[in-house]
């Protein structure tokens, strides 16, 4: 059986203000071009969906077009709802959608919801997790202590009856690592507390293939079998070197399954270009590549340039950024520095530093409990 893993479509994104419908239009177009060209029996789609939890009247239309046109050819849809979605509006209409084979997993239930389909080497189970928290969980399995996110998919699974003799898949929207092995991430992605909501990957041994949303970037993790397809597009700078695909997988008998990357190529791609401004606009350089491009461009000049961003967005109209880099700029790089280091540092690892510089004593480990479960309790009544 082959089967298309998708993830983190975020219809109605807007990066640095521009919209990137038209652009999620043509990639979406180009996902259907695969699937007449492959003919999945299935498309996997693992969470953020949308953007926002309310998206646009355009996103929404957007994807009922998409869904719509998966319908036509007669491919099965497994979704699942991310932490960028509102898992009621996702899930909507599920029980009518079940009818015409498309199955969403909107909001936790209990359970995770189960679809089984058949093919020459048997029966295949297509489990869906939508994105969960402790708190979700908690309230399902009183009898069990759970504490973090690890705890909260280990209890789901532990209740699900999975049969290890028969195939078995997994659609899930989570922050998966391998013992000290993270994925690489991007900008574009949140992860809500850092260190708190982290899953390590051997809780999914009993699934043949795992298909992951909730990293941008394509990648396995602790297996090749487990993996995140990414987003079908850049949605930051720190994507630019990433080659956006589709993961196309054959489930043979059990125990066999083979994957193909097929890449995603974007109306206008998303790159950074550095240097002077005369050579920035100089048409033998620029006419090299596709100017219509959402650029970051780094000027160079020492001496100051007037209306440095109109003279760039003549020749580069989709400019998202500019930066200097010069002499006059360098002061500052330390405190550019520290700045990163923050937004890099998790909420406990802040309020550590926070509690012994007021204190001038560490935090026992009964405060580090404490604060612990307080700010994973305020992770789980985010929207």
């Known amino acids: 059986m082959k089967l298309l893993h998708t993830s983190d479509l975020?219809?109605?994104k807007?990066?640095?203000?521009?919209?990137?419908?038209?652009d999620q239009e043509y990639i979406l177009n180009q996902m259907l071009d695969i699937v007449d060209e492959q003919k999945p029996q299935g498309i996997l789609i693992a969470g953020d969906i949308y953007d926002k939890g309310i998206p646009s009247v355009e996103a929404v239309t957007l994807l009922d077009w998409f869904l719509t046109e998966l319908h036509k050819r007669k491919s099965a849809i497994y979704m699942v709802s991310g932490?960028?979605?509102?898992?009621?509006r996702i899930g909507f209409g599920g029980r009518i959608m079940e009818e015409n084979q498309i199955h969403i997993a909107g909001t936790f239930s209990g359970k995770l919801e189960k679809v089984t389909v058949t093919d020459e080497h048997g029966p295949l189970h297509i489990y869906m997790m939508p994105f969960i928290k402790p708190a979700m969980v908690r309230r399902y399995y009183p009898e069990e202590d759970i504490e973090t996110y690890q705890e909260a998919v280990e209890a789901i699974l532990g209740a699900?009856?999975?049969?290890?003799?028969?195939?078995?898949i997994l659609v899930a929207h989570q922050f998966i690592t391998s013992g000290a092995?993270?994925?690489?991430?991007?900008?574009s992605e949140t992860i809500s507390i850092g260190g708190l909501d982290n899953i390590d990957a051997s809780v999914f041994d009993e699934f043949d293939y795992v298909a992951l949303g909730h990293i941008h970037g394509p990648q396995r993790i602790g297996r090749d079998t487990i993996r995140y397809a990414g987003s079908p597009l850049k949605y930051s700078f720190s994507e630019v070197n990433q080659i956006k695909s589709v993961t196309m997988v054959e489930m043979g008998e059990k125990g066999d399954v083979s994957f193909t990357?097929?890449?995603?190529v974007p109306v206008k791609d998303m790159r950074m270009i550095k240097g002077p401004m005369e050579a920035l606009i100089d048409p033998v350089n620029y006419s090299k590549a596709n100017t219509l491009d959402y650029i970051h461009a780094t000027l160079t000049d020492e001496e100051e340039i007037y209306?440095?961003?109109g003279k760039l967005r003549s020749v580069y109209p989709n400019i998202m950024r500019l930066d200097f880099e010069n002499s006059k700029s360098m002061w500052n790089a330390d405190a550019k520095m520290a700045a990163v280091d923050v937004e890099k540092r998790s909420s406990m690892e802040l309020f550590e530093e926070f509690y012994e510089n007021q204190n001038n004593v560490k935090m026992t480990e009964q405060q580090h409990a404490i604060m612990q479960n307080l700010f994973e309790e305020m992770a789980g009544e985010e929207n």
């Not at 932490?83 to 009621?88: A, G, L, M, R, V």
């Not at 990357?261 to 995603?264: G, Q, V």
């Open 261 to 264: 990357k097929i890449p995603l």
């Open 160 to 168: 699900s009856d999975i049969d290890t003799s028969e195939r078995n």
């Open 10 to 12: 975020h219809i109605g």
């Open 307 to 309: 209306d440095a961003i």
């Open 181 to 187: 092995m993270e994925p690489e991430r991007s900008d």
């Open 14 to 22: 807007r990066v640095n203000e521009f919209s990137m419908i038209e």
């Open 83 to 88: 932490n960028h979605d509102s898992s009621e």
